[in-house]
């Protein structure tokens, strides 16, 4: 079966670098993304890997290993507004992306 | 990023009473639509998926009847909860894409309460 594995909720201080971690099956692959969703609202688009290594945007960097069936999500400099559910999805052959059930970072100043 | 809408943002109705949610791609066509529901503090639930111009695919245990989809045009989808009832009640939220490898954009989402 198809399955995505996150932790379900981490804490972290402001200003600190936390990795959220992501495992999945499915039944091919087409590229692994994450998105952020804020409590009430809708998710956003954070990043896209379809190729091994990492990608780096700003604060925010997403690692990908295929071979491992694996990704990371990297936050630096946290600040506060980063408090919300970060939910990683792959996209399978289909072209259909299987959800995980999203992390809830908690931020402490 | 792409743009997209939904309206209303919040609607309170009757039980018993229809509701139509639109979803609109405003800087893109959006080839595939995407109709999620998402209950305080669980996972998003993908509900149906249609393409332009054809019968929307729903995931098991969602009633087709009940959540009618329509994807008339490349920038607008709409879905109609009807005979809404109280167990309906959620954050409703879509999502498009261009092509199948494009990345899937959401739009804000609506909050339905039903009484």
């Known amino acids: 079966g198809q399955n995505i594995d996150q932790p379900t909720e981490m804490t972290a201080t402001e200003g600190a670098i936390v990795q959220i971690n992501c495992t999945y099956q499915t039944s091919g692959f087409n590229g692994l993304f994450w998105y952020q969703q804020h409590a009430g609202e809708a998710p956003t688009f954070l990043s896209y890997?379809?190729l091994d290594g990492l990608e780096e945007k700003g604060r925010f960097s997403s690692f990908l290993s295929r071979s491992k069936g694996y990704s990371y999500l990297l936050l630096k400099e946290l600040q506060m507004k980063d408090s919300a559910s970060y939910l990683c999805?792959?996209?399978?052959?289909?072209?259909?992306?299987?959800w995980g059930a999203g992390t809830k970072l908690i931020i402490k100043p | 990023g792409a743009v997209v809408s939904q309206h209303p943002s919040r609607v309170i109705c009757k039980s018993g009473t229809s509701v139509k949610i639109e979803c609109r791609s405003l800087?893109?066509?959006?080839?595939?639509m995407f109709w999620y529901r998402q209950f305080p503090k669980q996972s998003l639930m993908l509900m149906a998926t249609?393409?332009?111009?054809?019968?929307?695919?729903?995931e098991q245990g969602v009633e087709k009847d009940k959540f009618l989809i329509n994807h008339a045009s490349l920038t607008l989808s709409t879905l109609t909860v009807t005979s809404a009832h109280p167990e309906d009640s959620s954050f409703y939220i879509c999502s498009a894409r261009g092509s199948e490898w494009e990345t899937q954009y959401f739009g804000p989402g609506t909050r339905l309460l039903v009484l």
């Open positions: 999805a792959a996209m399978d052959s289909n072209y259909q992306l299987i």
């Open positions: 249609s393409n332009e111009g054809s019968k929307a695919t729903y």
């Open positions: 890997n379809v």
């Open positions: 800087d893109f066509q959006a080839t595939t």
